[in-house]
């Protein structure tokens, strides 16, 4: 198993930033990659940034520009800052991270979860 923290988050203001922080633990010895997504009022789960342990990004197109993701200088965490925020963004937003295993030959995928933070874009 492996257990995600996220800090950050809030209330900003049109045009402010912010970052979210988390911090994996337990079982990361086969993490893939870990990243953000967001849940909005009213919509689905959509990928926000994800980076790979070789260090490899992935941005949703809405984000590109604005977003940054990166390793944290402590092992197995990952950041995101968020600038220029729009109102759209406003969601909750979820740590994730990805593990892959391989036994008997057989590939394993497993994301995991955490709780989610809010973050408010408003006037």
């Known amino acids: 198993q492996v257990q995600l923290v996220e800090s950050g988050g809030g209330l900003v203001q049109p045009g402010g930033s912010l970052r979210l922080s988390c911090a994996a633990s337990g079982t990361i010895f086969s993490l893939h990659a870990m990243g953000w997504y967001r849940q909005g009022p009213g919509k689905q789960r959509e990928l926000v940034a994800t980076i790979t342990n070789a260090g490899s990004t992935n941005y949703a197109d809405s984000v590109k520009g604005r977003f940054n993701i990166a390793k944290g200088n402590t092992k197995n965490t990952v950041n995101l800052k968020m600038s220029n925020l729009k109102p759209e963004d406003t969601a909750v937003y979820y740590c994730?991270?990805?593990?892959?295993?391989?036994?008997?030959?057989?590939?394993?995928?497993?994301?995991?979860w955490g709780q989610g933070t809010q973050v408010t874009v408003s006037s």
């Open positions: 994730n991270a990805h593990r892959i295993t391989i036994a008997a030959g057989k590939r394993n995928d497993y994301d995991y």
